[in-house]
């Protein structure tokens, strides 16, 4: 299987429909799951959604310098979504953006029963609701969509190294909190 800058190159160098395609469908669900995360409305995410992938085909020959692609696109969402919220006059911000966002834990239900997965859900959101929400959302950005500390620290607009720190400073509260539960 190739990976996503693969199909970016491929895209970008011959106009690969199909391979722009793979990479919208690859993304579409981590980019969405990912703003209603940072507290914004259905309709927005989705709208900001299709405007970043008609920017990215409107613009490609531009864009020759972008490598990873898949930070590239969440950096863009976000900063859609901020525009759009702007766009309506509302209060808007990085900070308040950082100050609200909110994670959730999702399990698949078919593997794991119902009454375990509440007690998980509730366990692990115990956990979050300890570290601050940039970390929540540093947290969400490496351990749920995959993403690498660089495309993090773009994302989160901080060097790579600060990055690295947000998520071990998270892990270790996240740590120290869930050695607590168990000695209590």
């Given amino acids: 299987m190739d990976s996503i800058e693969q199909y970016w190159t491929k895209f970008l160098d011959k106009g690969d429909e199909a391979s722009f395609s793979v990479i919208y469908n690859k993304l579409v669900d981590d980019l969405y799951a990912y703003g209603i995360s940072l507290g914004f409305q259905k309709e ?35 900063n859609r979504l901020i525009d759009l919220k ?16 909110v994670l959730e834990v999702t399990v698949l239900d078919d593997i794991i029963s119902k009454e375990t997965v509440s007690i998980v859900k509730e366990k692990v959101d115990q956990l979050l609701k300890n570290i601050t929400p940039n970390q ?35 892990m270790e509260k996240m740590r120290k909190v869930a050695l607590f539960f168990i000695y209590f």
């Fill in 44 to 78: 927005s995410c989705k709208d900001a959604i299709q405007d970043v992938f008609i920017k990215l085909y409107l613009n490609r020959k531009s864009l020759t310098h972008v490598e990873k692609i898949t930070g590239y696109v969440f950096r863009s969402f976000k």
């Fill in 86 to 101: 702007r766009k309506n006059h509302e209060d808007c911000s990085i900070d308040s953006l950082e100050e609200s966002f």
């Fill in 136 to 170: 929540r959302e540093a947290v969400y950005l490496k351990y749920v969509t995959g993403l690498q500390h660089k495309e993090i620290a773009e994302i989160l607009n901080i060097h790579e190294d600060s990055a690295r720190k947000l998520l071990y400073r998270a």
